[in-house]
């Protein structure tokens, strides 16, 4: 079984890289791998929890990221980047996202067979 990184540094809103995280790890988990992701500078956005954003036919960033955390996917988003954004505490984030820092992505990324940045 491989396992398929994600390193996201980009806001929900200012690219496309949310649907095309869910959409490639989706693949992933249905073809039996293990899916990690990684959120640092602005993509600490990516997994808050009170986060009403326009849903599009295909849901929000925060329903993608609930479907993949749901099914097993590893989430992390950089301590440092979220608490120098104000994103202080997990309360403020999609249950099951864990605090992580340099140290945990470089693991990561060494465990991963495949790491797609966006």
Do not use: K
Not at 25 to 43: F, I, K
Not at 65 to 91: F, H, K, M, P, T
């Amino acid at each position: 079984m491989a396992q398929l990184g994600f390193v996201v540094s980009s806001s929900p809103h200012s690219t496309p890289g949310a649907r095309t995280v869910y959409h490639l790890a989706v693949a992933a988990l249905n073809a039996g791998h293990q899916v990690m992701a990684y959120c640092h500078q602005d993509g600490v956005y990516q997994v808050l929890r009170h986060q009403h954003m326009p849903e599009s036919e295909e849901g929000s960033p925060s329903s993608w990221w609930q479907a993949l955390l749901a099914r097993g996917a590893s989430v992390y988003i950089s301590e440092l980047c979220a608490r120098s954004r104000g994103v202080d505490g997990a309360e403020l984030l999609l249950e099951g996202v864990r605090l992580g820092t340099p140290a945990e992505l470089a693991q990561m990324m060494m465990r991963c067979s495949q790491v797609v940045c966006l």
